[in-house]
């Protein structure tokens, strides 16, 4: 004969149905690499926006470009805080679903989620997580994103960048690759 479920039981299968509805990093995120150096990429692209106002000069951030899934995985992680209009850009072959960390990330970060070639959703200081578990960050709507930008945190208000926003990442150098970015 099977008992009433104890409070306790009860408490556990309501974590673990949160735990399978909460958003999950990425498969390269969930990879986590070997304690190394950290990843330093070259400046492949840059995104231009519109001139400040009273400004002529468009204002470019430099971007480095983790293209493969192993530099996805590793992204910022170990890494002094960037310079202002530094960043590194996420692309993604086809549109995904998906949910960033800051986990071994030392210094805050905006991230900028990207659907249809427009800021879709800004996630502004996203605070550094040395040790697991980490919260993980993405659209509310959890639609699919062509890219993910991340930047130093503060940077996407003090450059004015809002929801909206048109998002194209001009290459600087052809298919090859060039030196490592100096920070």
């Given at each position: 004969m099977r008992g009433r479920p104890t409070a306790g039981a009860l408490l556990a299968g309501l974590a673990g149905l949160a735990a399978m509805a909460a958003p999950q990093p990425s498969p390269a995120q969930r990879a986590t690499p070997p304690q190394g150096p950290p990843q330093h990429l070259p400046i492949t692209a840059r995104w231009?926006?519109?001139?400040?106002?009273?400004?002529?000069?468009?204002?470019?951030?430099?971007?480095?470009?983790?293209?493969?899934?192993?530099?996805?995985?590793?992204?910022?992680?170990?890494?002094d805080p960037l310079p202002p209009l530094r960043g590194m850009w996420f692309p993604f072959r086809q549109p995904q679903r998906t949910f960033f960390w800051m986990h071994r990330t030392p210094a805050p970060l905006d991230m900028l989620f990207v659907r249809a070639g427009r800021v879709a959703h800004i996630v502004e200081r996203a605070r550094p997580c040395?040790?697991?578990?980490?919260?993980?960050?993405?659209?509310?709507?959890?639609?699919?994103?062509?890219?993910?930008?991340?930047?130093?945190?503060?940077?996407?208000?003090?450059?004015g960048i809002r929801p909206g926003q048109p998002v194209r990442i001009e290459p600087l150098t052809p298919a090859g690759r060039s030196a490592p970015a100096p920070d």
């Open positions: 231009c926006l519109p001139p400040a106002a009273g400004s002529g000069a468009p204002r470019c951030l430099l971007l480095e470009q983790a293209l493969t899934a192993r530099e996805q995985s590793l992204g910022l992680q170990l890494r040395p040790r697991l578990p980490c919260p993980s960050y993405g659209p509310a709507d959890a639609q699919p994103v062509e890219g993910v930008l991340e930047i130093a945190g503060g940077q996407a208000g003090a450059l």
